[in-house]
């Protein structure tokens, strides 16, 4: 069983050392421990770093494409390079590495296909009690969207199994944390949950500039989200109450024309013949939705058997090495360094 452990990096030449030295080389249960560093356009000396501590995996960005990209493209050179379980920590040290074992000893017991380390946020003391907050608030949405109970949803310390990344599709550009839960609980991925202490803050977060702006795009990435998996959660409840609001008005304007006064409120019948067709409006995206759900389904298991012959190293082809400026990686190995 092979571990690849990836390290996406944006200008870490400082704290990449205090990674790397604190990754296992062995793991009970696992034959080979691989570190692939995600260079998403560095512009200091991090893969330099990261050659002079061994590492022989990098996958280069020729600019920044941000942390969901940076997952995938790491991802996929782990899986075409025979990972059994891909492990995702970050360059900034804010993970305790030495928990990676913890990390993957679920999945290859055989017992869980996803396992996310729980930050125990609470408890880390450069985090404000309005991000506390936050942070505790988008876990129970993404829960609610998903059907599972962890306890830190937004961690990026995870471990995957080869099979749940063949399931898994990471469409947004911002951050795949949440993304890939809703998409596991919907799947009926088994997912379990590791505390650990987090290492003291090394740097302010390059993810985003405030945490109004992380708020607003993981809102946006649970929504989104919602609308694949769940559409009747919020068009289903927006029609809803759009119908009964608007039978409000045509109330208002019947007790007025039984009391002989009709003639001066057709403004209700206006407001709520406009509430009425708001609500017909989402009964009718729903039932798109609905369609659109169901040939997503079919095109993801597609992609899923497209997925394991791909991956399967028997198949593959020898590796070769592309590059297209600010779009695609460039890969590299001990081979064609």
């Known amino acids: 069983?092979?571990?690849?452990?990836?390290?996406?990096?944006?200008?870490?030449?400082?704290?990449?050392?205090?990674?790397?030295?604190?990754?296992?080389?062995?793991?009970?249960?696992?034959?080979s421990v691989e570190i692939l560093i995600i260079d998403d356009g560095s512009t200091d000396r991090t893969i330099e770093v990261a050659k002079e501590h061994g590492v022989k995996h990098f996958v280069r960005h020729a600019r920044n494409m941000g942390l969901a990209r940076s997952f995938r493209d790491g991802v996929d050179y782990a899986l075409s390079h025979g990972a059994d379980i891909v492990v995702n920590t970050d360059g900034d040290n804010?993970?305790?590495?030495?928990?990676?074992?913890?990390?993957?000893?679920?999945?290859?017991?055989?017992?869980?296909?996803?396992?996310?380390?729980?930050?125990?946020?609470s408890k880390i003391a450069h985090f404000s009690a309005f991000k506390k907050l936050m942070q505790n608030v988008g876990s129970k949405v993404v829960n609610r969207a998903a059907g599972t109970k962890l306890p830190d949803a937004a961690s990026g310390f995870r471990a995957y199994s080869k099979f749940?990344?063949?399931?898994?599709?990471?469409?947004?550009?911002?951050?795949?944390c949440m993304e890939t839960i809703i998409q596991a609980g919907n799947k009926?991925?088994?997912?379990?949950?590791?505390?650990?202490?987090?290492?003291?803050?090394?740097?302010?977060s390059r993810l985003f500039k405030n945490i109004w702006q992380h708020m607003f795009k993981s809102g946006?990435?649970?929504?989104?989200?919602?609308?694949?998996?769940?559409?009747?959660?919020?068009?289903?409840?927006?029609?809803?109450?759009?119908?009964?609001?608007?039978?409000?008005?045509?109330?208002?304007?019947?007790?007025?024309?039984?009391?002989?006064?009709?003639?001066?409120?057709?403004?209700?019948?206006?407001?709520?013949?406009?509430?009425?067709?708001?609500?017909?409006?989402?009964?009718?995206?729903?039932?798109?939705?609905?369609?659109?759900r169901t040939n997503r389904v079919l095109l993801e298991?597609?992609?899923?058997?497209?997925?394991?012959?791909?991956?399967?190293?028997?198949?593959?082809?020898?590796?070769?090495?592309?590059?297209?400026?600010?779009?695609?990686?460039?890969?590299?190995?001990?081979?064609?360094q």
Not at 3 to 31: A, K
Request: proline share 8%; hydrophobic share 45%.
């Open 301 to 336: 298991d597609q992609l899923e058997r497209i997925k394991e012959i791909q991956y399967d190293t028997r198949l593959l082809p020898p590796e070769s090495v592309d590059e297209t400026p600010n779009s695609m990686p460039k890969r590299e190995t001990a081979e064609n």
């Open 1 to 31: 069983m092979k571990v690849f452990v990836q390290v996406p990096c944006l200008n870490e030449e400082e704290t990449l050392p205090l990674v790397l030295q604190s990754i296992p080389r062995e793991i009970p249960g696992v034959d």
């Open 188 to 204: 009926r991925l088994r997912i379990e949950s590791v505390p650990v202490t987090t290492n003291p803050k090394t740097r302010e």
């Open 220 to 292: 946006l990435a649970i929504v989104r989200s919602f609308l694949m998996f769940k559409p009747y959660v919020i068009l289903g409840w927006l029609g809803a109450i759009m119908f009964f609001a608007g039978l409000i008005p045509f109330i208002r304007f019947f007790v007025f024309w039984v009391q002989g006064e009709g003639a001066g409120h057709i403004q209700s019948l206006i407001l709520g013949s406009a509430m009425l067709v708001g609500g017909l409006l989402s009964l009718a995206l729903l039932v798109i939705a609905d369609l659109l």
């Open 94 to 121: 804010q993970y305790p590495q030495e928990r990676i074992p913890d990390l993957v000893a679920p999945i290859v017991a055989g017992r869980a296909d996803i396992v996310i380390a729980d930050r125990q946020t």
């Open 164 to 176: 749940s990344l063949y399931r898994l599709n990471v469409v947004t550009q911002f951050s795949y």
